[in-house]
């Protein structure tokens, strides 16, 4: 799975780099088949945003992102929301098979 960290003009620690990574590998377990992701810090003022866009086969794409006033906490956020859209995409119905009726 390839991972893309995207924080330009941003000071983030080696730390919360590779807390993200684990994240992002423990989270894509219960992604079936996603094949990428692209995780985007950003901050405005006292605001911290992170975006992970994980992406599947057949142009799926899952995107989720969280403000909060620190890093750790957004990150978990975001986690979460891409968690429950993986697991509510999964539950799709199943198609029903009608058979034909006997004259």
């Known amino acids: 799975m390839e991972i893309v960290f995207s924080h330009r003009g941003i000071a983030l620690t ?3 780099l ?4 684990r994240a992002i590998l ?9 094949t990428a992701a692209t995780v985007r810090f950003d ?4 605001e911290r945003r992170v975006e992970i866009v994980f992406t599947a086969p057949r142009g799926t794409r899952l995107v989720a992102s ?11 956020d975001v986690l ?3 968690v429950r859209q993986a697991s509510k995409e999964r539950r ?12």
């Open 14 to 16: 080696e730390s919360m």
């Open 18 to 21: 590779k807390k993200a990574e």
């Open 26 to 34: 423990k989270a894509a377990e219960r992604i079936p088949r996603a």
């Open 43 to 46: 901050e405005h003022g006292p």
């Open 66 to 76: 969280s403000v909060a006033r620190f890093w750790g906490p957004a990150l978990g």
């Open 80 to 82: 979460l929301k891409l």
């Open 92 to 103: 799709t119905p199943v198609r029903r098979v009608t058979t034909a009726k006997r004259s």
